[in-house]
């Protein structure tokens, strides 16, 4: 049983406007939420990340949104640079109860068009 | 930074060798993980270590073993290499302490021929 899912395999976005990638999750203990971005033959570098006690966490240009209730976590990227073209991977865990492992998703697919 | 650094980019092995994939952190963290990554299915947990000498099975940890005799290092064997463990692996860390981020190495491209 998938605990966190990406459900767009892919994303195009044109340079310059907003980039919005989902996440959807089952597991209510999960407390703790990141976002990773990959690009071919590398490792998953570290993101944006958001605790459950919190709604909105932002960076630059990347805000992370926590819907509880609904189970659902965004990703939105303004602007959108062609350098952001890569696979981000929505993770969670439960850190309250001592787990420090994460449980990814699929990933999505980022292509921004110059 | 923190830097995890796995021995080997690329290694291509036979089916029924004994592989040994090494991970080195140097920030003294608490936490080590293995992660492979395969098209389609994301990335997967096959075991993790919260201490030297401590070990706990992930999601996926048949056909592999993991050791971790020193805090630093954390190494993922494949007893007997089969060509369905051909996939991209992930070494990563973490602090251990609440809402820490994993840090993730370069990955190694194992292939199984």
């Known amino acids: 049983d998938q605990q966190v899912k990406q459900n767009s395999p892919s994303l195009s976005v044109q340079e310059g406007r907003i980039s919005i990638l989902n996440c959807d999750y089952t597991n209510s203990m999960f407390d703790y939420f990141l976002w990773y971005k990959k690009y071919p033959a590398e490792g998953p570098t570290f993101l944006i990340s958001?605790?459950?006690?919190?709604d909105k966490n932002e960076d630059g240009r990347f805000t992370v949104f926590l819907n509880k209730s609904a189970k659902h976590l965004s990703l939105h990227i303004v602007p959108s640079q062609p350098g952001d073209s890569a696979v981000y991977f929505c993770?969670?865990?439960?850190?309250?109860?001592?787990?420090?492992?994460?449980?990814f998703g699929k990933g999505t697919k980022l292509s921004v068009i110059p | 930074d923190v830097k995890v650094t796995q021995s080997s980019r690329y290694l291509v092995k036979r089916t029924g060798e004994k592989v040994f994939l090494e991970c080195v952190q140097d920030m003294d963290h608490e936490n080590m993980f293995w992660y492979r990554q395969d098209p389609g299915l994301g990335l997967r947990l096959i075991y993790f270590s919260y201490d030297v000498k401590m070990k706990e099975k992930g999601d996926i940890p048949e056909g592999y073993s993991v050791s971790r005799e020193k805090k630093e290092r954390f190494s993922l064997i494949l007893e007997s290499a089969s060509t369905n463990q051909t996939s991209m692996y992930l070494c990563a860390s973490s602090s251990g302490q609440f809402y820490s981020p994993l840090h993730f190495g370069n990955g190694t491209r194992l292939t199984v021929t």
């Open positions: 958001i605790s459950s006690i919190k």
């Open positions: 993770a969670a865990s439960n850190n309250g109860a001592g787990s420090y492992q994460l449980t």
